[in-house]
Every structure is written in structure tokens, then in C-alpha cells.
């Protein structure tokens, strides 16, 4: 027996439609590629998301069919958000910062019919444009003004005129709430980039969880600038959660430096960002350099990779701006958990609640997460034991976009599958989750886990020390040992026992590396993270003097 | 071609799930029928409501038939929502006020086939358990103490023994979301009671809607306590909400006079509360009288009818208590506003704010709702115009349980159904929704509407008025004309002339009643409100003067 209650499906246009409707005077506002500042409103964004929705049909492009975007945080890349989904087509954000090789492959992999793309990478596409293999549209995102006067890009077209040619009426269509809304793709260390692919009702369902209180908060009266790229899953979200809520909205377009965010900030009262550590390290090198304050900004969202304590501490204390430490992954839409107090912590001291801040949180409703050993156990919430992380909830991967075979999940003994994060995380009585280490890094000596990154903070601790790396060395008996790289800062001088001598009291005694290399250079990836995939291959056959 | 996210259903016990797992330890406290305070955890509100959930299987009861409840709010009432809803069973919460007869009618209507009830009720229960065409097993909700030596219940069984007998190890089964939960009749003032049938998906979309900073602003940090009766409308979706939030619980039981409700708040750090407007009033004579001031609730709920004037100003200007003004309806699970302030009102002038206070309040996300004249055209939203309110989201009522073939939406050109609300209201152009009238009470005159509440509360300001109707009269030319119904005070004198001169410079002069009524008594129903469908019987045929 059913519920006798309306069929309603979650789709992405309802929020569209909701924005529109409830808050349709609420600013939108942009600093555009063309240099100036832009706004409009929500009622604007529906009535040319209705327009290009037109525009896209126009085009040829059909039902879940791809429609690539190659663009900045903008206007422009908003109603496209609305207008490729919203018309049931699945808008497909790709990565600019990607090596164009790279970029051709994913766009061929995901098959899109078209990409719309920022004027910035006109050179781009120019230099690719012959390359894909689906592609039928390109389309500049700007009026005639920047549409350059020769081109190699077939048939090349002008956003602005595909919008003024299109009616703005439009009826958005009802289908069912899983079918797919966009793709993103993840780029995996190690092999090709793997698609992941949102429905409607995961966007929607996370977007009511992330505005919950005890995770992002975003209510009517915010002022929303995400940093996060709309290219990085989705924006972490929040064009979709701010049509939900109603917030104003800032875009930063390609202005990412600490001054032109600092000065939109304070020109558009903005309550809440978002972003990455390094974004913020930019920002507040500005806003120290300058003895600068934020005015309205009440809190700031943290993720993507932890947040340097001393980060934490100069946003909290200096600025008084809430830093919430997030925790998720392209293919958890994104987010997990989020840190914020529970009841009874209020009254925690200071350090105390830094501690608990630290951490990346706890979960929203939705997701439920736990940690479990070698052979699948679940191990206790105590805040030492370390394991896998594996989590569930309904806007996480089932299956990566056109694998549908491969066994992505574990089934736990009741049925349900789980999705292994490739994360080594503990767990609090509370329910406050801190990653450890990632679990192709983690060093596995006689069952037990050490965690490089503990080793590796700890090292670059060291005043001798520029940067530090921790792999897994082979070992007779414990099967893995910690081998330590280093490299030193210009002219410093460290001998191996000076820099074991540095663990002394921070670690357990069986923790401490069984030999340390010095090395000229480290290997760092595009995002600057270091590839310690690179440092395994190199030494896979190094003997250490323990063995 | 569909997404590849996590096939996860929305369950009512994944709630539980989660407020088991990620706060287990938040306290959940009830003043008992049994006199005392009870307290336990969210991990021992889970192990029970296993336990119990096996008991109803052991019971026989099968999914989806009907588990009736006749119960305070307290921790044994949460228990059976979740262990019958969780189990695949449907909650069924009977109103304790109604009429004997109207209980038989309904239980008999739903095909419960248990009731459990409070102490408090036994002897209703031993009135008419003889009645019950579907009932088979009878479960008084206490512990062995409370059982009577003797009674006519065939079969009684006592509630904590059920616990004791049953094993606390319960696999929640995994059913379609769109499954029904819960069901809560609707008490008409004409025909018989109307049931609404509750989904798992409506139950927890509208607890995610609920929770927003928009809405109820619910978080883990909060301590609830729900005045409003679980047998009202699942107290307004509160018992969800609490787990999905982890939200400290504390139920009022029996006591709701003002003297227990407000050392429950004091004594348990009660920061939100909700409630119609009638139980404050309980509650701010108590706290009047004795000069007390509340340390801990910084907002309450006030809904069912529109919050007084007065006693929204005391909330918030003598005690610092934020009144969340709420409309809603049993058909809509309830939620359908709430008013709290939008981005750009936080500078309103305390005047301006107490205005837009006092309407009902925004959609929260999920809720569209429009107004419409007699043609089903939609109205502005200017703030004045007033049109029948209609509504649609996913927890809202489809058809009446076991009534599907009924007319019960109206579908716009696009095919969407809309909920008929039966209130009139105009919405300004915030979005703000104000009710000014029912549907059947409103006057149309001239193809215009007059609002009947305006009319009244005109009317009852005058010195002399203890209480006025105002009903449509038969008119010749406008269809329709206002007749006042008027009951003076005792020993006032006031003549037609009076008051109608009272209604001078406060309203259009179209809108002045054709004629003045006065009567010795006007009938009102069970829950205080005047009833205007006998009043529009008696004065039927009533010829008006301008006639």
C-alpha cells in the first residue's frame, strides 16, 4: 500500500522555478571575463535559462545527451547549469586546468554534442577544436564583442545571440527524478579520468542537506561566493543550494587572487564562501599585507584537501569568520561531513574546540559512513582506531558513468553497498571523523597501520626540512616499514639520526621510520600535491638497513 | 538514461538509523503518565524501538496495516513511530478529544488492528473497546504498576512486557520509498472524518524541508520540546526532525498547564518549543504572574491559527523569544510556510518587521502555492489581491486514504495537480502569505471578494461586541451581501447604527454589511471556533434590507 501523497519528482528546474518564483528580486551578481561587474536577478536567470534551454533544443541536442562547459564561476555558467539539466540533457562540467590531450579524451569519453566555453580558453578550443570526436556545437559565452574575427573552430557560435534568438517561453518537462543531470570527472592519479554521473534527485536531496544548520547553514539571507569551481564538482553544489534557499550569489569569474576576492567581498556583503586551503592562503596574504577585516563575512566553508591548523586559528581568532572543515569527494557530489558543533559542545574550551575543528566532521543526513579493517570488520568509534573509510547515502556513486559492471561497492552482510573512499580515517564517540591517510599510502607493518601524513607533518616540522614524503618500504617480518624522504631547505644541513631524533616523544616508538633518504627534488602533481605513486616506483626495490 | 548514484530509499527508520549512529548519547527526556521524568538516549530509543518492532511482528501485524496509537508525547509514543513505520507498518495516531463514537468510527475506517494507549485513557478503552470491528490486540503503554486488577479489554497486554519478551537485534527492512507510514484523519466540520496517508518519502522530505535555517532552523545543538500533540499532524513532523538533527527531545506528557510546561523548559534547557496559540497563552499567564523570564528558548512555532498580534509582541519584545509564524495542514504533512525574514529585510524598522511577522510566512523549498480567482486564474502577488490558495510539493495530499478515484486537485494547462487549500490568502510581493478568510466563509460580492476575518475583527473591537460573525447573505443583484451576527456584551447597549458607523474610515465602503444582526448566542465548536455553517443554516433564507 502507497502513501496517497503527490508524485512529485525532485528535479533540478523546481529550484529553478522556486528561485524564480520566491525570491525572484534576489541579486545575482558576476565579475565577468569581459572585466566589468554584472547583475540581474533570479527572475533574470529563469527567464534566460528558459531561453537557452530553447536554444539547446534548437541545436539538435536531445534528452541526456552531453553538453560540455569549458567556463569560470558566472552567470552564464549558471544558466547553463539550469537550462542543459533543467531540459533533461546532462550538462557536462569539464576541467580547464587539464592538459588539452587529456581534456579531448574526456570530452570523447563523455560523448558531448557541444561545449560552451569562457572566452579565456578561445586559444584552447582553437588549438583542440579539430580533435573531438562527437563535438557539434562551440559556442563562445559572450556577445559579439569578443567573437573573434578568424577562427578554425567549426561553425563557432555566439551565446548571446543563441539567447536572443530563443523564445523565453519554456515548460520545463517532468520526468523521473533519476535520471542523469550531470557528469564530472575525477582525476585519478593513476589510470583514465572516470566519469561521475549525478541524477537529479541526488543533486536535489544534496542540496537539502547541505543547508541544514549543522552543515553549510545557508538561509535566504546570505550572500554566496564560491570560490570552488562550478568545474569541481558542481561548485561543491551551491548553485544549486542557493536557488533552493534564495542567498544572492557572487561569482568570482577568473579573478582569483586574494585582492579582487577580498574586494568582492566586501563590495557585495558577502556572508559565506567556499574554497580550497590554497585559495585562502592567497587571500589572507592580502589581507594581512593590507591589515584589512572582514566586514560581513560570517563564515568560510574549507575542503578539498585539511586545513593547516594555523589557517583555522587566523580565520577564527584574527577574523572572527567560522571556518566549517568539510570533508567529501567528486563522487560523493561532494559533500560528507561538515564540522560543526554538536549539542553539549558549546561549552568546550577554546583548545578544545579547536580540536574538535580539526577534524573534517561529522556526517549529514543522508550519508552514514564507519571504518573497517583489512577483512571488512567494523572498528570501534574511539578516535585512535584507524581504517578504511566506506560510505553510503544517496548522492554517492553507485557506479562510475558507463561502467555499470564493475564491482565499484562493498556489500556489507545485510545487502547494502558501500562505497570505499580510498580514505584511512578515525572516528570520535561523537561521530567526528579525521582522516589519516589515504589508504594507498598508509604503511601496513605487521597489521597494523601507520600513517604517513602523521610522519610526514612531523618531519616538515623539522627547521632543516623543505619537504617530506613517507612511503611503505618492503620488510621481511613486517611485511611494510616507513621509509622517509627528504628534502631539505636551500643550504640546511640534517644528518638521517638528526631527523629521527625529531620523532623522539611525538610518535609510539614502533612508528618511527627505519631509514630516511635524502633527495633532491620531490615530485608534485598539477595541484601541487606530491606523487607518491612516483616515490614507490622509484624505490620498489630498496633494502632497508632493518630488513 | 539514468544517473549512477546510490539506489537508497528514503526510510523513516534511516532516521533512526542515523540519530542511533551519530548521536547516540543526545538525550531524549518525557514527563510520564506515571507521574515522574523519564530520560534515556537516542541508543536506547533505537534498542527499543527494535524491540517493539519485533513485538507487533509477534503480534502478527503485517506491512502496511494500521498500528493505532492513543498517546501523550513521550518516549513510548517515539518508540511505536518508528517501530511501526520502520517495520513496514502504518503508524495510525488517534485523536484522545474526539468523540467516542468518532474514535470507534475512525479506528474502524483505518482497520487498525492494535491500539495502544496511555494510562490516561483506560477508561476510553474500556468504553468502547467492544466496538472495534478490526482491533485485536489492546496494549496499555506502561509498565506492569499500571495494568488494572480487573477490566473488560479482551486480551490486554502491557506494553513493557512486549519490550521485555522481545529480542532487540531488528534488521529495518528495505521497502519503495512511496510505501505508506502514517496516517492522521482530518476532523471536517461537515461529513466524516477524512484520513491522510503519510509516505516514508513524504515523511522524511518534508523533516529535511523542516530543519532549514529558513524554516524551523533545527540543529543538533537544539533541545525540542513539541506542545503540539503526536497525534496532531505527527506534532508537526518534530519527531523526525529531532533524529535527523540529533536534537535533544523532551516530552510534556499529560501536563500542559503553564506552570509544568515552563519548568520543563527551564529545567531542561529548552531552546525551541512549538504550538498553537492557545497553549501560550496557558503558558505566558503563567509566567505574567510570576514575573519569570526564559533562560534558555531563544524561538518558538506558533500555527494552527494565526499567532495574535499581542502575543507575537510579547514573545519577542518582553522575552526575547523569536515567534516563528507557521501555516500549515494536516493534508500537508504540515509544513507549508514559515516566516522568517528574507535577505535585504534584516534592516526593516521593528514596526515594518512585526508586519511582515505577521503573515503566515514563505514556501519552504519543496511547497509552490499560488492564488486564484473563482476561474482558476492565477492572482498577483501585490499583497492585496486575495484568491482561493492552492498548493502542490511531495508531502502533500494526493487523494484521501481509501478515497483514490476522488477529485481532489485541480490541474493547471501544464497538468500539474494542485491541492485545493479551502483558505483564501493574498501573498505580497516578498512572497509573504497572509490568510484573510476560508473559502466557504468568504463574501462574493459582485464577482469580489470580502473577507469575513476582517470583518469580525472590525466588529469585535467594538466595546459593546463580545463576539461578531459575518456571513454572506442572498442578494439579488451582488450574488452575495455581508450580514453581521452580533452577540453584545452583558448589559452593553449598542444600536445596528453603531456598529456599522464603527466599521467607518477602517475599511472599503463596498464592503460595509447590508444589515446587523443581533443574537443571544452564537455556536461554537469542540475547539472554541464559532461555527458559521449552522449560523448560514438559520439565516438561509434571511432577506437583507437592500434586497
Redesign the interface.
Same mark, same amino acid.
Given at each position: 500500500? =502507497?502513501?496517497?501523497?503527490?508524485?512529485?519528482p #525532485?528535479l533540478i528546474s523546481s #529550484?529553478l522555478?522556486?528561485a524564480e518564483?520566491?525570491?525572484g528580486? +534576489?541579486e545575482i551578481v558576476s565579475r565577468r571575463v569581459e572585466g566589468d561587474i554584472h547583475r540581474y536577478t533570479y527572475r533574470d536567470l529563469g527567464r534566460r535559462a528558459r531561453q537557452m534551454a530553447n536554444a539547446l533544443e534548437s541545436l539538435g541536442i536531445a534528452t541526456?545527451q552531453r553538453v560540455g562547459t569549458l567556463a569560470w564561476n558566472g552567470y552564464r555558467h549558471m544558466e547553463l547549469y539550469y537550462a542543459a539539466s533543467g531540459a533533461g540533457m546532462?550538462l557536462h562540467t569539464l576541467n580547464p586546468r587539464l592538459h588539452p590531450d587529456q581534456l579531448v579524451w574526456i570530452a570523447d569519453n563523455a560523448g558531448d554534442q557541444a561545449i560552451f566555453f569562457d572566452a579565456t580558453f578561445l586559444p584552447l578550443i582553437e588549438a583542440t577544436a579539430a580533435r573531438y570526436a562527437t563535438v557539434k556545437h562551440f559556442v563562445l559565452m559572450g556577445d559579439r564583442s569578443l567573437m573573434p574575427a578568424e577562427t578554425r573552430i567549426p561553425n563557432l557560435r555566439c551565446y548571446e545571440d543563441l539567447i536572443d534568438q530563443s523564445p523565453d517561453h519554456y515548460?520545463w518537462p517532468?520526468f523521473?527524478e533519476?535520471?542523469? /543531470?550531470s557528469l564530472c570527472y575525477t582525476s585519478g592519479t593513476t589510470g583514465n579520468p572516470k566519469g561521475?554521473?549525478?541524477?537529479? +534527485?541526488?543533486t536535489v536531496?544534496h542540496a @537539502?542537506?547541505s &543547508?541544514?544548520?549543522?552543515a553549510l547553514? #545557508? *538561509? *535566504?539571507?546570505? %550572500?554566496i561566493l564560491p570560490v570552488v569551481p562550478m568545474f569541481h564538482v558542481n561548485a561543491w553544489g551551491l548553485p544549486y543550494a542557493a536557488c533552493?534557499? !534564495?542567498?544572492?550569489v557572487v561569482f568570482p569569474g577568473a579573478a582569483m587572487d586574494g585582492k579582487s576576492l577580498y574586494d568582492l567581498f566586501e563590495d557585495e556583503g558577502v556572508t559565506v564562501s567556499a574554497g580550497v586551503p590554497t585559495v585562502w592562503q592567497g587571500l589572507l596574504g592580502h589581507t594581512e599585507a593590507n591589515s584589512l577585516k572582514f566586514s560581513t563575512m560570517t563564515r568560510t566553508v574549507i575542503g578539498g584537501s585539511a586545513c593547516p591548523p594555523a589557517m583555522l586559528k587566523m580565520f577564527e581568532d584574527h577574523y572572527g569568520v567560522q571556518v566549517l572543515h568539510a570533508w567529501g569527494m567528486t563522487e560523493m /557530489?561532494p559533500l560528507g561531513t561538515v564540522c560543526? #558543533?554538536?549539542?553539549?559542545q558549546?561549552d568546550l574550551s577554546p583548545a578544545e574546540k579547536f580540536a574538535v575543528q580539526s577534524k573534517q566532521g +561529522? %556526517?549529514i543526513?543522508g550519508v552514514?559512513m564507519k571504518i573497517v579493517d583489512a577483512d571488512g570488520k567494523e572498528l570501534p568509534w574511539d578516535g585512535k582506531t584507524s581504517g578504511e573509510l566506506l560510505v +553510503? !547515502?544517496?548522492? &554517492? =556513486?553507485? *557506479? @562510475?558513468?558507463n561502467r555499470?559492471g564493475e564491482d565499484t561497492?562493498r556489500f556489507d552482510a %545485510?545487502g =547494502?553497498?558501500w562505497?570505499p573512499t580510498g580514505d584511512v580515517s578515525a572516528i570520535d564517540?561523537d561521530?567526528f571523523m579525521q582522516i589519516t591517510d589515504r589508504t594507498k599510502d598508509v604503511i601496513k607493518s605487521g597489521g597494523e597501520w601507520i600513517s604517513s601524513i602523521d610522519l610526514e607533518n612531523i618531519a616538515m616540522g623539522h627547521p632543516a626540512v623543505a619537504m617530506a614524503a613517507c612511503i611503505a618500504a618492503k620488510h621481511p617480518k613486517w611485511d611494510e616499514r616507513p621509509l622517509l624522504i627528504v628534502m631539505k631547505k636551500p643550504g640546511a644541513e640534517a644528518s638521517k639520526e638528526d631527523i629521527l631524533a625529531f620523532f623522539d616523544g611525538k610518535i609510539a616508538k614502533w612508528w618511527l621510520p627505519d631509514d630516511v633518504v635524502f633527495v633532491d627534488a620531490i615530485p608534485l602533481g598539477a595541484t601541487g600535491k606530491m606523487q607518491k605513486n612516483k616515490l614507490r616506483e622509484e624505490f620498489k626495490d630498496y633494502v632497508l638497513p632493518t630488513a
Open positions: 500500500m =502507497l502513501g496517497q501523497m503527490m508524485n512529485q #525532485l #529550484l522555478t522556486h518564483r520566491h525570491h528580486t +534576489r541526456t546532462v515548460d517532468q523521473d533519476n535520471q542523469a /543531470s561521475v554521473l549525478y541524477s537529479h +534527485r541526488s536531496l @537539502y542537506a &543547508i541544514a544548520p549543522d547553514n #545557508l *538561509s *535566504s539571507r546570505d %550572500a533552493m534557499v !534564495g542567498a544572492k /557530489s560543526t #558543533l554538536k549539542g553539549g558549546e +561529522r %556526517a543526513f552514514d +553510503r !547515502g544517496p548522492w &554517492i =556513486l553507485d *557506479s @562510475y558513468f555499470h561497492l %545485510a =547494502l553497498g562505497f564517540p561521530g
